[in-house]
């Protein structure tokens, strides 16, 4: 999807204004028409993420440009100084993303607010339950002009089954009333495998059930909407409880992701494998635990410093990120040392896999000052997890990468 923007507004300071902060805080490309007449050939000639309208034009008084946006399939944000509440009614009910006064900077750090969470909507997946087919699609259909992926399904045993299948669903958005499965059962079944942190789930209920309210809350809906509501209403709720869901997983990434290299840190590490240890016994699976760090490391720093030891750290980091399923645990323990855990797998498959891994950061180089390039090697120790828990099977490992630095280096040694 294209990111270009269009303004139209008639006024040029303004015009300007929005398109200078639009292209400095999303850094995209913004075209500016000052009158309908130039509207209409940028819409015909070009696609866009946005159109911001402005709905009175010396050429076109009475907002055509917000029927012709629309009627060309782009999504449109309504820019008016007129504050008259029936008009802004008039306004809302046809298909568009937000009514925003021009009333000041404000107004357009608003704008700008509103347009970056729309971009970061479209990665969010959005589950509405509801028997209501009418009501689905009208849900849906405002959900989608937010720029959300959305699913619909008639019941809550409907929505249980899809979950699974679909791992990048971040809202549920049920109903109460509902045949097989109310939302309410829904939303305790869910609690059950996924948290506030994971999925988060706005209940929508009617007037007369406002004890019903109460109960979602208590049962781990993160809000409620009471019908009927309106538009705005509607998308102020969903998307400040996407940003509450945003804001806990940064929160939750910074506790459990390592500064430098975005990896899992040490103590994350050992909390995942808790889990996964059992879940591994359960299922019978077999995993290999293997400990590397770079070769010389300390020399690359005295050599050419710190900052390009942290490149060096980064680099690395990528080459495991990449090389390794989105399963297995891969974990900066730190300075150079890393752990990989690769996840239901054969000690030939894993064998392949990290000789491969040491194979690629040897042939890896980039560029440092001055055309000259640096190039560096890992040692790599690994054991296959047996009945130990898995401190003994990372003190294997690293017995195994002890033999990999005293055998010469850039190898791997696999017990």
Do not use: W
């Amino acid at each position: 999807m294209t990111d270009k923007i269009l303004i139209v507004e008639d006024n040029k300071t303004l015009a300007k204004l929005i398109a200078k902060k639009v292209e400095m805080s999303l850094d995209c490309k913004v075209d500016v028409a000052y009158s309908f007449s130039e509207a209409k050939l940028f819409l015909k000639t070009y696609k866009y993420f946005i159109t911001l309208l402005d709905i009175n034009l010396p050429d076109a008084p009475d907002g055509e440009i917000v029927d012709y946006a629309l009627s060309q399939g782009n999504r449109a944000i309504v820019l008016s100084a007129n504050i008259d509440k029936d008009f802004r009614q008039k306004m809302l009910q046809k298909n568009i993303i937000d009514y925003v006064n021009k009333g000041g900077m404000n107004d357009i750090n608003y704008i700008i607010h509103t347009l970056k969470r729309l971009k970061k909507n479209q990665d969010h997946t959005v589950l509405v339950v509801d028997d209501s087919m009418v009501f689905r699609k009208q849900m849906q259909n405002m959900l989608e002009n937010m720029f959300f992926n959305v699913i619909t399904v008639a019941h809550g045993e409907e929505a249980l089954g899809i979950l699974p299948t679909k791992p990048n669903i971040t809202l549920i958005l049920t109903d109460y009333h509902m045949p097989v499965m109310d939302g309410l059962q829904l939303t305790y079944e869910v609690r059950k495998t996924h948290d506030k942190n994971s999925i988060a789930i706005l209940a929508v209920s009617s007037n007369k059930d406002n004890e019903v309210n109460a109960l979602f809350l208590k049962t781990g809906a993160n809000d409620f909407i009471t019908k009927p509501f309106s538009k705005e209403e509607f998308s102020c709720r969903i998307n400040n409880t996407i940003e509450a869901l945003e804001n806990i997983q940064i929160v939750t990434n910074h506790a459990n992701r390592d500064y430098l290299t975005g990896l899992y840190n040490r103590r994350y590490f050992f909390e995942a494998m808790a889990q996964y240890e059992v879940e591994a016994a359960e299922k019978g699976e077999q995993f290999a635990v293997a400990m590397l760090d770079i070769d010389h490391f300390k020399k690359i720093n005295d050599t050419y410093g710190h900052d390009v030891g942290d490149k060096v750290i980064v680099s690395l980091s990528e080459i495991l990120r990449t090389s390794t399923n989105h399963r297995d645990i891969v974990a900066r323990f730190g300075g150079e040392e890393f752990c990989i855990v690769l996840k239901n797998i054969n000690r030939y498959s894993a064998v392949d896999i990290l000789e491969r891994i040491r194979s690629e950061v040897e042939n890896f180089s980039f560029a440092i000052e001055n055309d000259n390039y640096i190039k560096f090697t890992i040692s790599i120790g690994a054991v296959m997890h047996n009945d130990e828990n898995i401190e003994e099977s990372i003190n294997q490992a690293d017995m195994m990468l002890y033999k990999a630095k005293n055998s010469g280096r850039n190898q791997l040694v696999f017990e």
